[in-house]
């Protein structure tokens, strides 16, 4: 829930030789969605080109003091660094900034909406414990900070009693909500086996985040995960059931949105829930094509599934929000992949045939004949394989049944020692 009152807020990067003008530009656009998302108001920007970041006070000398007279100028409340600031630099960032600014980084931010966003228990457990695990080599450097009560961006979730504990108390937190997200993994993975047993084809949606990943999920399930055009909208996992044109039932997860530089704190704290995307049987990598960095995106979210170890999995590229695209010619969209509007039916439509198409891929073809008297069998190929074509036969009085079938269901061995 947002404050009633936004903050002022300075944002400051630093672009050494490592990136480029386009790369920077970029990053610092997108601390200020992400600023946005926090409910702050960016009042200024400041910026310095330098070989590397300065171990003391991040910026420059000068650059630090120019800082702190645009603070001054702008009634700034929090001044939000591109880069994750070590505890010496925050502390000494703080004291040239003076009383009453709070400075936090770019990964405390993230955390800080991450936090905003946690609806269910293990998320609201797995934010907890990644702020720990921010915080803990921190502590000494925060001082004063540390001690804060009122509310604010870079001020949410453990709670300030937590913040204001020695490191063995946070510790001790931390190994409390480890024991407690063990027993929830524990669940979670039985619940996949169960579904493996179940043996439903599993499919998992990825992308950047807001790419429309849930608004996909919603119009093909009718889920009601939250739709809304902010960055970290969904946090929390959602799994449905869908069915493809032939009848074949499918599972559909959506997962936490993936950005540049996300904290590694946070990909180990989510790891339970992106193993959702380890397990599937298809991805469908979501990108918002009417984004101008959308490519960038398209890098992020792929070596982030290469970190995932998800290799072997057949990936389905979705190109969204086709309504949005100003310059369809910057989209070059593979014949392999699709370009749709999640927001228009008729191209909705096409996904579903596409998963399809795509699953056939890795599927076995088979050709049986069923007797009029087989009709459990008839049902359960209609739902749990892709059936392309049924015909009745009057003269042998049975069903004649083309269709793919996963390898490893248990109908496939079934269906290929009768097939014709």
Same mark, same amino acid.
């Given at each position: 829930m947002k404050n009633q009152t936004q903050e002022r807020v300075i944002l400051a990067g630093c672009q050494t030789k490592e990136r480029d003008d386009d790369h920077f530009l970029y990053s610092m656009e997108e601390l200020k969605s992400l600023t946005n998302t926090a409910n702050?108001?960016?009042?200024? *920007?400041?910026?310095?080109?330098?070989?590397?970041? &300065?171990?003391?006070?991040? @910026?420059?000398?000068?650059?630090?003091?120019?800082?702190?007279?645009?603070?001054?100028?702008?009634?700034? +409340?929090v001044v939000i660094f591109n880069d994750e600031l070590s505890a010496g630099q925050i502390r000494n960032i703080s004291s040239i900034c003076g009383e009453g600014v709070r400075v936090i980084d770019r990964t405390q931010l993230i955390l800080d909406i991450f936090a905003q966003r946690a609806q269910s228990k293990e998320g609201k457990l797995q934010v907890e414990l990644a702020q720990l695990n921010y915080l803990l080599p921190r502590l000494m450097g925060r001082g004063l900070a540390l001690s804060r009560l009122g509310g604010g961006?870079?001020?949410?979730?453990?709670?300030? *009693?937590? @913040?204001?504990?020695?490191?063995?108390?946070?510790?001790?937190?931390?190994?409390?909500i480890k024991e407690q997200l063990s027993t929830i993994v524990q669940h979670r993975k039985q619940y996949r086996e169960r579904r493996k047993e179940n043996q439903i084809i599993q499919i998992a949606l990825v992308g950047y985040t807001n790419a429309g990943k849930s608004t996909i999920l919603n119009r093909l399930t009718a889920a009601e995960t939250l739709e809304q055009n902010l960055l970290f909208a969904t946090l929390d996992p959602t799994t449905r059931k869908m069915k493809l044109p032939s009848g074949l039932n499918v599972l559909l997860s959506d997962t936490v949105g993936f950005i540049q530089d996300l904290p590694t704190t946070l990909i180990a704290a989510f790891r339970s829930t992106l193993e959702e995307v380890r397990e599937a049987d298809l991805i469908l990598h979501i990108i918002d094509a009417s984004h101008e960095n959308f490519a960038e995106h398209k890098k992020t979210v792929?070596? @982030?599934?290469?970190?995932?170890?998800?290799?072997?999995?057949?990936?389905?590229?979705?190109?969204?929000?086709? &309504?949005?695209? +100003?310059?369809? +010619?910057?989209?070059f969209v593979h014949?392999?992949?699709?370009?749709?509007?999640?927001?228009?039916?008729?191209?909705?439509?096409?996904?579903?045939e596409k998963i399809e198409e795509f699953l056939k891929q890795e599927m076995n073809h088979y050709s049986t004949e069923l007797g009029s008297d087989e009709g459990k069998l008839l049902s359960r190929i209609k739902t749990e394989t892709i059936l392309v074509k049924q015909t009745w036969n009057e003269d042998t009085e049975s069903y004649t049944c083309l269709g793919y079938v996963h390898p490893n269901h248990s109908l496939a061995h079934q269906l290929n020692q009768r097939n014709i």
């Open positions: 702050g108001k960016v009042v200024a *920007t400041i910026d310095q080109k330098k070989v590397s970041i &300065d171990p003391a006070t991040y @910026l420059g000398r000068g650059k630090i003091e120019e800082l702190s007279l645009l603070i001054e100028e702008k009634e700034a +409340e961006i870079g001020t949410r979730g453990p709670g300030e *009693t937590q @913040l204001e504990t020695d490191r063995r108390h946070i510790r001790r937190r931390m190994d409390e792929l070596k @982030l599934l290469e970190g995932l170890n998800v290799n072997e999995i057949p990936i389905l590229t979705v190109y969204n929000k086709a &309504d949005l695209v +100003e310059d369809r +010619e910057n989209v014949s392999s992949e699709l370009l749709i509007s999640a927001k228009k039916p008729e191209q909705l439509k096409m996904l579903p």
